[in-house]
């Protein structure tokens, strides 16, 4: 038994030795390394304003260089008992032994409404301000704070389409008659934040966020104030983003100089250029190739959707807004999503253009508001266009719009005065407000170009009382095209492609003639 204490007891002391040893080595480690602390006080000179502002301080930012080390520290301030006039200090700041170097200091204020981000103040470069801190020992320095002038600036994002400029200028001179992620992508309406990058002379440049808003009676963005100190600046660099900044949408260089003028608010210019080869401006190029290909100036819109016999419009429009057209909708990066020419009396051969628009995902080449049923003394209208045109979700729904079809089809037969018979319910169909001749020929487009393969992402075609005799063999290469409709064509033989479309899930060929 007393063995066993023995050796329970020796152990237990190897453990507490091997827990006094570690203990040590640690203590050691601190005490090579060492530490101390390390506040600031700060005093400014200067007018009244800027003495006022000063007061209004309520943290510095400071960055410290450290044998090549870069420390930066954010630290509450608070005012200074016994100085006159605006004297501040820091709080305690604990720091690594060594030689250390003041490069900067940025002092800001409180979050002013509307703003999310403090206000800020003043900000220095001393350079040549140098001290030690030692083990245990608190270092204090006096910083002379320059207060100086201040003045507020706010920019005005101009658009800048000089990288399209030719192709603008060919439509304005002949039109007599009748808008990070890829920069291909930008779209100047999604800006919603900047960051705005300058420098005064030969200081090192600094970075502003802004919020962004539209101008009060104007067509262009403008960024809310910034608190500069008065002087000139160079603007160097302008990141644009979106809301709650998720994306970076362009950057552009402008080099330009600017005026801060004290105790103002200063407006300036900033030119927003858009890159070349943008995505989205060669849709709205390729939509002018195919209004000018078939007989654009003479289209006269007949339908519901939109204005009746509107026409699109090119001449006089920036090119960035090209894109808004009636029976044109693009998606959220601005590229054309849904194309409907049928509904214009456009003339004529589709272009190779039609294959530029490579995000398109619905094709309406008819008027398809020629679907008209008369059930109970009531005119109703099944418009798949319009349904796609309101969000409705064509080829999720395809089911239960074609039983509602079915149903106006073939309604009820009239029920007994004395049946309690509820009333036909529609979820798709509405009231018709106007009628058409069924089997009329309302749009002269002729062909559809080969270049239709390119559209990958075409998912639904519709084709409807139009003057196409033949289907392009390069529809066999769409993927995902599943929902097609061929309404009163005349076709000379049933399109070879058809045979081959194995995705195929809707189809209709109502009123259509096929000759073999």
Same mark, same amino acid.
């Given at each position: +038994? ?28 601190? =005490? ?37 080390? !870069?420390?930066?520290? !954010? ?92 192709? +603008? ?64 600046? !160079? ?16 950057? !552009? ?91 214009? *009396? ?94 009329? =020929?309302? *749009?002269?487009?002729?062909? /559809?170009?080969?270049? =239709? ?6 998912? =639904? ?6 003057? /196409? ?48």
């Amino acid at each position: +038994m007393n063995l066993r204490k023995n050796i329970t007891y020796l152990f237990f002391s190897f453990l507490s030795l091997l827990a006094v040893t570690a203990c040590s080595d640690e203590d050691d480690a601190v =005490i090579a390394g060492g530490k101390g602390y390390l506040q600031l006080r700060l005093f400014a000179e200067g007018t009244t304003r800027a003495l006022n502002d000063m007061a209004d301080a309520k943290k510095i930012e400071l960055e410290l260089d450290c044998d090549g080390l !870069t420390v930066v520290q !954010t630290l509450g301030l608070s005012s200074v008992p016994e100085a006159e006039g605006a004297g501040l200090i820091t709080e305690k700041i604990e720091l690594l032994t060594g030689d250390y170097q003041l490069m900067s200091y940025t002092i800001y204020g409180a979050v002013k409404p509307g703003k999310d981000t403090p206000e800020e103040l003043a900000y220095g470069y001393p350079g040549d301000l140098n001290f030690q801190i030692a083990q245990g020992h608190l270092t204090e320095i006096d910083v002379n704070v320059e207060a100086t002038l201040r003045g507020k600036i706010s920019f005005n994002l101009i658009k800048d389409l000089s990288n399209y400029q030719e192709e +603008m200028d060919k439509v304005n001179n002949a039109s007599t008659r009748a808008t990070a992620k890829d920069e291909t992508l930008f779209q100047y309406d999604q800006i919603a934040e900047v960051d705005v990058t300058y420098k005064m002379g030969s200081q090192v440049a600094r970075t502003s966020q802004a919020k962004v808003y539209l101008a009060t009676d104007a067509d262009y963005f403008h960024t809310d104030t910034l608190s500069l100190v008065a002087g000139e600046y !160079t603007v160097t660099e302008v990141k644009y983003y979106d809301k709650k900044r998720q994306n970076l949408l362009l950057v !552009t260089n402008p080099n330009i100089e600017i005026t801060v003028a004290p105790n103002v608010l200063n407006k300036q210019d900033i030119d927003v250029t858009y890159p070349e080869n943008m995505k989205a401006i060669s849709d709205y190029m390729a939509l002018y190739e195919i209004w000018k290909a078939m007989d654009g100036p003479n289209w006269s819109y007949a339908g519901e959707t939109y204005v009746a016999k509107s026409n699109w419009k090119f001449d006089g429009r920036p090119i960035d807004e090209w894109g808004n057209q009636p029976g044109v909708q693009v998606n959220a990066d601005g590229r054309v999503k849904s194309l409907d020419l049928g509904s214009f *009396n456009a003339k004529g051969d589709i272009p190779e253009a039609l294959g530029k628009l490579t995000e398109l995902e619905s094709l309406w080449l008819g008027k398809h508001d020629d679907d008209l049923y008369e059930t109970e003394s009531v005119s109703y209208k099944l418009s798949k266009y319009s349904l796609y045109h309101k969000g409705v979700d064509l080829r999720k729904n395809r089911l239960s719009i074609a039983r509602e079809e079915l149903a106006l089809r073939h309604p009820r037969r009239k029920a007994s005065p004395m049946c309690n018979q509820k009333k036909q319910a529609y979820t798709y169909a509405e009231h018709a407000t106007y009628d058409v001749n069924k089997g009329d =020929i309302f *749009n002269g487009i002729t062909s /559809i170009p080969t270049t =239709i393969k390119n559209l990958q992402k075409l998912e =639904i075609l519709y084709i409807a009382n139009g003057r /196409i005799t033949n289907l392009p063999e390069e529809l066999v290469e769409l993927p995902n095209l599943t929902d097609m409709e061929l309404y009163n064509c005349k076709l000379e033989e049933f399109p070879e492609a058809l045979k081959k479309m194995q995705n195929i899930i809707a189809l209709n060929l109502s009123t259509t003639s096929i000759r073999r």
